[in-house]
């Protein structure tokens, strides 16, 4: 480091050296803690002559040294005011601290990572105690980042910032013998957006080209999952359009938000979606205010194929006498989760002769299904039981009358067996009357800005589609 030094700095420090011996020996009194005067020491004075290089670099006017000067030193020469003793050397030099940045790798922890930069083990151990309740530090993930302050001469933390993400960070501030804890999050800038794409291959093929990002098409695909099968029901011309928010943060765009309206045209038939929020939270509803969203799920299985369809009059593959097949059988392998199709109580779960283990759900306003030949029931699924739409309850099996592993599944309207495949699900709860009222004028208003936002072609294409 003194290598690096200009040779004129050099001198200065060796007389700013001088200068301290010398008052050191003249201030005996002024004993430091430290019994012995270390190297240290001396280089906390050459710290301190960075202040008196600062007053140095104004040479006094008029006093320049003839080029004959012995000094060895190449440019132009300058007598410098020395400052007096007094000005150098202050009883307690000012802490200085070190702040460093490392970004978490795979296995790394709280204390791997500061230890390995000279924490010592308690101040570890106080920030993480500032930490147990919400235990943050314990979870950091690969690729955030640890910003760390350290006093130089102590080696004590002082504070310790966790970025989580672009927008949330987590802070301990030494305070006293303890850290405090502090949470921060970013605003981003948000914009609404608007895009559309014709359909020719698929949703994703098609949405990617026309720059709408992978999640916010599946996000898409789940808001009118519920009325068109993406995989089945595509056909060549449909058409999507979406005004959607972006999220930015320094100008850069960091992701999308949510969707404010879209519309989908398949095979002739329009489906609108309004993002609308209520007491129960934010859903996506038609622009008359009925819900996106089913009281149920089409298929409460992730299956393989179906192995037996609903029918009223089938030769039954064990007794080979007609028996009615009033369900639908959905093969999967043996343990798949089985999940409740809609909102209810459970009515019965357990054995029934010819079903196996079998659960019922009574779901109100006359709607009942049932699953039966399961392997075994999940954690809390009983009767009496309220569960929630997708909840698991049990899984595939093949008790009871049953060829393989499958889920027979049953659909009844009050008493009636209807085909679950093709049965027409009903809506779910509909929108609160209070809610109703501020939502029509709102959503007559987002389809206007959608359909004026339709790029001059793309409106022509659909004027022709409706005619
Ligand atoms: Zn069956």
Redesign the pocket.
């Known amino acids: 480091m003194i290598k690096s030094l200009p040779t004129k700095h050099l001198l200065l420090i060796a007389a700013v050296s001088i200068l301290l011996a010398i008052v050191l020996i003249a201030v005996p009194e002024e004993k430091s803690t430290n019994n012995t005067i270390s190297v240290e020491a001396s280089f906390e004075v050459i710290d301190q002559s960075k202040l008196v290089f600062q007053d140095l670099k104004k040479p006094i006017p008029n006093s320049k040294v003839a080029s004959s000067t012995s000094l060895p030193l190449n440019e132009t020469n300058y007598i410098y005011e020395i400052p007096t003793p007094d000005t150098l050397v202050k009883k307690n030099s000012p802490p200085t601290f070190k702040t460093q940045s490392v970004e978490v790798k795979a296995g790394d922890s709280l204390s791997k990572v500061l230890s390995s930069e000279g924490v010592t083990a308690q101040d570890i151990y106080k920030v993480s105690l500032a930490d147990k309740t919400q235990k943050t530090l314990l979870q950091m993930r690969p690729g955030q980042t640890l910003n760390f302050t350290t006093n130089e001469t102590s080696s004590e933390l002082t504070q310790l910032t966790l970025t989580l993400n672009r927008l949330d960070s987590v802070t301990f501030e030494r305070n006293g013998d303890k850290f405090d804890r502090k949470e921060a999050s970013r605003t981003p800038e948000i914009t609404q957006t608007y895009k559309e794409a014709e359909i020719n291959n698929s949703l994703f093929v098609d949405g990617l080209k026309s720059g709408i990002d992978q999640p916010l098409l599946i996000e898409l695909a789940n808001i009118f999952g519920w009325d068109i099968d993406f995989a089945l029901d595509i056909r060549k011309g449909d058409s999507l359009s979406v005004l959607y928010e972006e999220k930015f943060l320094d100008g850069e765009k960091i992701g999308h938000g949510n969707i404010i309206a879209t519309q989908f045209i398949n095979n002739g038939r329009t489906f609108q979606a309004i993002r609308y929020e209520t007491k129960k939270g934010a859903n996506y509803y038609t622009p008359d205010g009925l819900a996106m969203r089913k009281a149920f799920i089409r298929t409460p299985v992730d299956f393989t194929r179906i192995s037996?369809k609903f029918n009223p009059n089938r030769l039954h593959p064990v007794f080979k006498t007609t028996r009615p097949?009033r369900?639908?059988?959905y093969a999967a392998a043996s343990g798949t989760p089985v999940k409740a199709a809609g909102d209810g109580k459970i009515s019965f779960a357990g054995k029934q002769n010819g079903y196996g283990n079998v659960v019922i759900i009574d779901h109100g306003k006359g709607y009942q299904t049932l699953y039966?030949h399961l392997r075994g029931f999940a954690r809390g699924t009983k009767r009496g039981a309220r569960v929630q739409q997708g909840k698991i309850i049990a899984y595939v099996g093949q008790t009871g009358w049953a060829t393989g592993p499958?889920l027979?599944y049953e659909f009844r309207i009050n008493g009636t067996h209807k085909n679950p495949v093709t049965v027409k699900l009903p809506n779910d709860d509909p929108m609160p009357k209070s809610d109703l009222k501020n939502f029509l004028p709102y959503a007559q208003e987002v389809v206007t800005t959608l359909t004026e936002s339709h790029s001059p072609s793309f409106a022509q294409k659909l004027a022709l589609l409706k005619n």
Do not use: F, K, L, N
């Open positions: 037996s097949h369900g639908v059988d039966a499958h027979h």
